[in-house]
């Protein structure tokens, strides 16, 4: 009978640069472009006037007379990425321009076809998803100092304004918070490949300040994002056509389907971090929660969903410590996880102010000049999920996975 130990030892070690993860980012796109070739020049003059064609209702008939551009002439995957953030918020903007009452139902060749060309190059859904209006969509002001938000800027905006901008970067700083942790979750898994239990302590260790710097981040929310803002005006320009009762058949994309296709919004469930996090600690979901988010992981870049299944199909860190009978260990792995429930709550108390407070203080008040507050996703996150169950469920699971030696 073959040693597990031995099998362990001559497993291949885990890397982020196998992943195209960076070592000084993370998920975040290092050093994103801020311009395309001159060939894309239609698209980025409309992208740098978006937040004021869409508040003038003209945004449609602009895009409308965009020429339809060939996307052979992007050089490479970072131009890809800009492209897709790109086209996606104009997407956003062309479908929800006149607000959930009125949503288009068709997108016009000249945006549908390029947008569904790429995003077929990246692996990538034709909508807006979390990998371009945060991992993409960043840029320093000098690039010599910290990332730190007054040293950051938005490359492409919708209608928010500060608080846009807000929201944006304070998620880009969670991922960026979040990079010690993931370098931590390599160093720990490549531990227990090579048997060294004092590298897998001190990676628990890590990880565990990483997810409480991660929820210290957050928090940073409450001072950039003005809750009114957030859910009258940004929300819609995040709501997908999946899940959603204000596009309940989904968008047509013109010159691409003849049929309504259907792509969930934006959702924090796209990042890939608390997805590894979760697989690394053996957190188990309840099956509704656990198909929302495995769907979501069909948003991500493929290279990071091939980082979380390589996670998932390696050594289990529960099982290696319930075998170990190390109590050191074993302290760190719940130290670990009850961090990770406290983010997942402290996450509760943050959508709590942002939508539910804000939805009952919306009503019967609206923005003359702009679409308003989404009424159809009142009680649902812009993914499509019933936020607050989902949100509770997915922190009280977290819970459950807490470890006792009698295991």
């Not at 796109?29 to 894309?40: M, S």
């Not at 003209?58 to 897709?84: D, I, S």
């Not at 993931?182 to 590298?199: D, P, T």
């Amino acid at each position: 009978m073959e040693n597990p130990s031995q099998n362990l030892k001559t497993a291949p070690l885990l890397s982020l640069r196998r992943f195209h993860i960076s070592e000084d980012y993370g998920f975040l796109l290092p050093n994103p472009l801020t311009e395309l070739p001159d060939h894309f020049r239609p698209w980025m003059e409309i992208a740098s006037e978006l937040p004021h064609l869409i508040e003038s209702h003209q945004l449609q008939a602009r895009v409308n007379k965009m020429p339809l551009l060939n996307c052979r002439f992007l050089r490479g995957y970072r131009e890809q990425r800009l492209a897709h953030l790109v086209l996606s918020v104009m997407t956003m903007g062309y479908v929800w321009q006149r607000g959930e009452n009125q949503p288009q139902e068709v997108l016009p060749r000249n945006l549908a076809i390029p947008l569904v060309e790429v995003s077929r190059s990246l692996g990538l859904p034709p909508i807006l998803v979390h990998s371009d209006l945060v991992l993409t969509n960043w840029t320093p002001r000098n690039p010599e100092r910290p990332l730190e938000i007054g040293n950051l800027d938005i490359i492409v905006s919708f209608p928010g304004g500060e608080s846009l901008r807000g929201f944006i970067l304070v998620t880009v700083l969670v991922e960026k918070a979040a990079v010690p942790g993931i370098k931590a979750l390599v160093q720990a898994v490549n531990a227990i490949l090579q048997c060294s239990q004092n590298s897998l302590l001190q990676a628990l260790q890590r990880l565990k300040l990483s997810i409480q710097d991660i929820t210290r981040t957050l928090g940073q929310m409450h001072d950039y994002v003005d809750p009114d803002i957030f859910y009258a005006v940004i929300r819609i320009f995040l709501s997908g056509w999946k899940d959603n009762p204000a596009m309940p058949v989904g968008l047509i994309y013109e010159g691409v389907s003849t049929e309504p296709l259907e792509y969930s919004g934006g959702s924090a469930a796209q990042s890939t971090v608390l997805h590894a996090f979760d697989e690394f600690l053996g957190v188990c979901h309840s099956k509704e929660s656990a198909d929302f988010l495995h769907r979501m992981r069909e948003y991500m870049p493929p290279s990071h969903k091939a980082f979380i299944e390589e996670i998932h199909s390696g050594p289990s860190l529960r099982d290696h410590i319930l075998s170990s009978g190390n109590g050191q260990l074993l302290t760190a792995y719940n130290q670990c996880v009850e961090a990770l429930a406290d983010l997942r709550s402290y996450h509760i108390t943050v959508v709590t102010k942002y939508l539910i407070i804000a939805a009952t203080k919306a009503k019967g008040r609206r923005p003359n000049h702009l679409p308003g507050p989404s009424q159809a996703l009142e009680e649902r996150g812009t993914g499509g999920t019933e936020v607050l169950s989902f949100l509770k469920s997915v922190r009280d699971k977290t819970l459950e996975a807490i470890l006792h030696q009698s295991d």
